[in-house]
């Protein structure tokens, strides 16, 4: 059983250097996502429901969550949401639960999720300190999806919604017919945040797994998934570090919401 690849960094240039070192033997742009929480799993919002676990649970939840979307969001918008692709990379965006997964090509805006997303608590002193480790995973994507579609001789790479292998993974009302494994996926450019954040995804199939247990028990190639952590005691001046570099809440989020949380920081107010 293969073991996903672990690494620890206590400063943004051996990040860097571990990135770099990384992005040179894969066989395209590597992905990442950052999370707050080195204990968060690969696991997307609509297969973390607390009740429903099933295939045929989370196909039903899936087509609820789609009509009451389209219905209900029609004062809000101006598009026509018939595509299923364009429905749920919609949804993703608002944070309706999707089986979709978001990553970054970009690996100093998932270090920013990671840092600033990471848990704060409050300290006797004043000080900001945090609760735990935060992460970052890299994804291979084009290793990963040749791996995961091995049973149907796939040998492309990253895909797109037009491409006749993601047919497998379109929402049903059951998901009887659909690839048992997440594959990497592009996705529409819905908003200038994605944009900004440079999005792109995984999309989840019947495996309801997180993909660091997929990549354990299907035997996936060991160099397609690794996980940097980031113990607490570093998140501080890491964070301070990026911030210095630019990679602002203004910069990750270029929208009023963004440019607000950077005020706020700046001027002392942390929640």
């Not at 860097?16 to 992005?23: F, G, T, W």
């Not at 742009?29 to 295939?55: E, Q």
């Not at 995973?137 to 993601?166: K, Y």
């Not at 017919?177 to 819905?190: D, I």
């Amino acid at each position: 059983m293969a073991t996903v690849r672990k690494e620890k960094v206590t400063s943004l240039p051996q990040y860097l250097e571990l990135v770099e070192s990384a992005q040179t033997v894969a066989s395209q742009s590597i992905w990442y996502r950052g999370c707050g929480s080195a204990a968060r799993s690969l696991l997307p919002s609509l297969y973390r429901h607390i009740r429903l676990k099933t295939p045929e649970e989370l196909a039903d939840l899936e087509r609820q969550l789609m009509t009451r979307f389209r219905q209900r969001s029609i004062p809000y918008h101006n598009r026509s949401l018939m595509d299923d692709w364009d429905a749920l990379f919609f949804m993703q965006h608002y944070g309706v639960p999707t089986r979709l997964l978001d990553w970054t090509e970009n690996p100093l805006i998932a270090l920013h999720f990671a840092l600033m997303g990471a848990t704060r608590m409050a300290t006797s002193s004043g000080r900001l300190a945090f609760a735990s480790d935060a992460a970052v995973w890299m994804l291979d994507p084009v290793t990963w999806n040749r791996h995961a579609l091995r049973h149907v001789s796939f040998e492309g790479g990253v895909l797109s919604p037009d491409d006749e292998a993601i047919k497998g993974y379109q929402p049903t009302p059951k998901f009887a017919g659909m690839h048992n494994q997440p594959v990497a996926l592009y996705g529409a450019h819905n908003s200038a945040r994605i944009v900004a954040q440079q999005g792109v995804f995984t999309i989840f199939g019947r495996n309801a797994k997180p993909m660091e247990q997929v990549f354990k028990t299907d035997g996936f190639p060991a160099e397609c998934l690794t996980k940097i952590t980031m113990t607490k005691s570093v998140i501080l001046p890491m964070r301070k570090s990026l911030l210095n570099h630019g990679i602002t809440e203004s910069v990750v989020f270029p929208d009023l919401e963004g440019l607000a949380r950077e005020i706020k920081r700046v001027c002392g107010f942390e929640d």
